[in-house]
């Protein structure tokens, strides 16, 4: 079993910066990848960012050059860094990850931008 603890988030102003962080224990040898999706009020889950084992990463369009997403391999944390965060941006942020054909989440971080 793997486990995803998930820390960062919280109330920032528009145009300010977050940065996520998720740490997974349990069985994490073979990780495919790390990553984030996020919940808004009323909307599906959305991809935000991964990242896999060799270093890809794939970002949704609308956080392209303003998220960025890295990895600590060997502690098995990821993270995500927001900056210029918009209203838009605003939901629940869940860290994911994929091994061995299987997907694990956290339980969610709220992220709420807001003036």
């Known amino acids: 079993q793997v486990q995803l603890v998930e820390s960062g988030g919280g109330l920032v102003q528009p145009g300010g910066s977050l940065r996520l962080s998720c740490a997974a224990s349990?069985?994490?040898?073979?990780?495919?990848?790390m990553g984030w999706y996020r919940q808004a009020p009323g909307k599906q889950r959305e991809l935000v960012a991964t990242?896999?084992?060799?270093?890809?990463?794939n970002y949704a369009d609308s956080v392209k050059d303003r998220f960025t997403i890295s990895r600590n391999n060997a502690m098995n944390v990821v993270y995500l860094q927001m900056n210029n965060l918009k209203p838009e941006d605003t939901a629940v942020y869940y860290c994911?990850?994929?091994?061995?054909?299987?997907?694990?989440w956290g339980q969610g971080t709220q992220v709420t931008v807001s003036s």
């Open positions: 994911n990850l994929n091994r061995r054909g299987s997907e694990y």
């Open positions: 990242t896999t084992n060799g270093g890809t990463t």
């Open positions: 349990g069985t994490t040898f073979s990780i495919y990848s």
